[in-house]
């Protein structure tokens, strides 16, 4: 049970949804987008959220949007993780999506919700921070359309009361060889001790995400530029892992020596995978 009552809207456009926002904001409402819901309820039957009005994302026809246009491929906030497996469009982000959670909770949990929400794994994120992605948001001073990269870092910097609308990918990205691996603690199905996530950019350079390393996702150009030194992959996967982060997290899914541990055989893995290709 949710402890309480709170006012439902469901808006047909992005600006709409960002007007009601502010309005239900202005009168002291503590508004929230809704997505798939799942964090949302969550944490209000917890009672670490209490939110006097949501404001559904689901009947927003550009949140929902998906598919090719202009050389791009866009992708929609609103779309469910399993509506993204299905599509199938972009391999890795269907490899890394299928990993997140479990079959039922996936055909809930939207992409905008796992970039925006407060469990920080973000796991989706990983692909879009390695391709050239760009993200586009509405908010009080209207749409903006920016690299992911450059509003990413872990995070997505969203000012209170801005839409995470859509996503979207050069072409060309969907086919570029990717890879990409998760490993739990114990069940198939958990939050990640270590994900890696990898692409191999059109001019040949591979490019490497985490999450589970840190608290929220993370990425280094030094690890990157070691993985295309001389030697085999196991000595290159050796020198990258020099670059991981220098305290990585210790919680109940492991220690930080473990994550090191699995890093490092994660990036002689990704390297064997793509060369093999
Ligand atoms: C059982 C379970 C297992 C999970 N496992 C994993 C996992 O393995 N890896 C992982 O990375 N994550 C995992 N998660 C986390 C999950 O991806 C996030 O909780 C995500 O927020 C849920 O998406 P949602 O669409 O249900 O979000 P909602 O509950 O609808 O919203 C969550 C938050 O995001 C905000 N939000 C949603 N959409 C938008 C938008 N378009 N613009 C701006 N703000 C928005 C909402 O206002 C709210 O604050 C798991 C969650 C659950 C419930």
Redesign the pocket.
Known sequence: MIPVDFSYWRPDTAEEAVATYQQLADGGQHP???????????RSRLGQLSCGAVID?KAIGE?RCLGRDGGRWHVG??L??AELIHDGSWPLLARVAE????HT?RS???L????????A????ALPFWLADADVT?VGRGGRRTARFADRFDGALA?EPG????ALSVPEGVLQQPSYAQKATRLDY????LVTLAALHGAEGRLSVAW?GLKPAPTRSAELDAALMGPGSAADRARRAARHLPPTLAQDLHGTADYRRFVATNMLADALSALEAR
Do not use: F, K, W
């Not at 929230?32 to 969550?42: H, P």
């Not at 905008?112 to 469990?119: K, V």
């Open positions: 929230v987008y809704y997505a798939g819901g799942t964090e949302i309820v969550t994302v949140a906030a609103a469910s993780l990993r997140i959670a479990d909770t809930h949990i939207t905008g919700g796992n970039l925006a929400g407060t469990i794994y973000r796991e989706a948001t969203l801005e839409l995470l609308l199905v958990d939050y990640p999450s």
